[in-house]
């Protein structure tokens, strides 16, 4: 057990991290991310007014389907990234599933900026995240109708009388679910699923193993307030009208950056050796000077070597491109490769 965002969580289980993040490629692993914040925005015209913090297209945003997307400061740099899924019914809700470290300040900020909707922050739900190929298998055997579920679209369920909210997603790459329901839900239906053969209990170390391979970003590594959306390689998640009608913090930038290429970009890399190279190592080009940085660095279990991800200047980040390291003042070469280590095997209806 390890200390996490002011909470204590399992960094692995007997198993260790290595077997856990190979169980969870090849079956289904069971993630406690009850630590995430979970509220509900409320009120007329909510989704425009999401807009003006987040460069999403929200209003275009079906109910039951859900979005990533960023909170921005103005100078359209990440403050933290969150989902939003659209609720059902005729009132306008958003769900909203933020990082734990900066659910408080997240929240804060909403109710400031957006004084004329509701916030409910959720005290009283807990998450299960459920992933790996063999996890839609294990979920349906307990929520009927799940398998019909496709990547990031949601839907609610009755388990024993309380409401569970099941979105398709996760952060490990693999399918998978984010399962919301009452605390007092929690501990019974977590053990009902590991009943399942081939369901482990997985901790921090390989969701954060899992996470890097699949090139996903850990907030207050990968994304922080001086880093935009775009030189993060999250382009994919600025909707094409909010690139050219803007209306959110930091639009000339992201604008600019999206016209012109930002001056450095998120990258994969993979060191020579077996040594991994961890985050805050600078990187320097082959005459020597420093270009760039780690952000998240480790051994891959999947690859059996360490990869790593960081951010370059823009002239250094060409695939294939070999930078170095300083790994305890030696040098090691790492060559520059694309996203993800490992391919996402997200399921789409």
């Known amino acids: 057990m390890v200390p996490f965002a002011g909470y204590e969580m399992p960094l692995h289980y007997p198993p260790g991290i290595v077997a856990e993040h190979l169980h969870t490629r090849e079956k289904a692993g069971l993630f406690d991310i009850s630590h995430m914040g979970q509220a509900i925005l409320a009120g007329a015209g909510a989704t425009r007014l999401l807009e003006t913090l987040c460069p999403a297209d929200l209003i275009e945003l079906a109910p039951e389907r859900n979005r990533y997307t960023q909170l921005l400061n103005e100078a359209g740099g990440v403050l933290d990234d969150l989902m939003v899924t659209r609720l059902p019914g005729r009132d306008e809700r958003l769900f ?6 900066t659910k408080a300040v997240d929240f804060a900020l909403l109710q400031e900026k957006l ?13 299960l995240a459920l992933q790996g190929p063999r996890a839609v298998d294990a979920l349906q055997a307990l929520l009927p ?38 605390e007092s839900k929690a501990e019974g239906f977590a053990l009902r699923l590991l009943e399942n053969p081939d369901v482990a209990p997985i901790g921090l170390g390989a969701r954060d193993s899992l996470r890097l391979e699949a090139g996903l970003c850990l907030y207050g590594h990968d994304l922080d307030p001086g880093i935009d959306p775009v030189e993060a390689g999250l382009s994919f998640s600025i909707g094409k ?8 913090p930091g639009f000339e930038r992201i604008r600019d950056a999206l016209q012109n290429g930002p001056p450095r ?19 320097l080009d082959a005459g020597g000077a420093e270009v ?5 660095g480790g051994f891959s279990p999947s690859l059996s070597r360490p990869i790593a991800m960081g951010y370059v200047a823009r002239g250094a ?19 520059v490769v694309p996203l993800p280590f490992v391919p996402h095997r997200y399921v789409r209806h």
């Open 145 to 182: 109708g799940v398998e019909e579920l496709g990547f990031m679209e949601w839907q609610a369920f009755d388990y024993e009388g309380a409401g569970f909210y099941v979105t398709r997603s996760g952060y490990t790459g693999e399918d998978g679910f984010e399962i919301s329901l009452p």
């Open 115 to 127: 004084p004329q909707l509701s916030l409910h922050v959720q005290k009283t739900r807990a998450m």
């Open 292 to 296: 760039g940085s780690i952000t998240s």
């Open 317 to 335: 980040a060409t695939t294939g491109n070999a930078l170095h390291a300083d790994l305890r003042g030696r040098l090691v070469e790492l060559s």
């Open 96 to 101: 909203l599933v933020v990082n734990a470290a």
């Open 241 to 248: 009208r909010r690139r050219i009608e803007g209306g959110f």
């Open 265 to 283: 970009r998120r990258v994969g890399l993979l060191p020579q050796g077996k040594a991994p190279i961890r985050e805050g190592a600078f990187l």
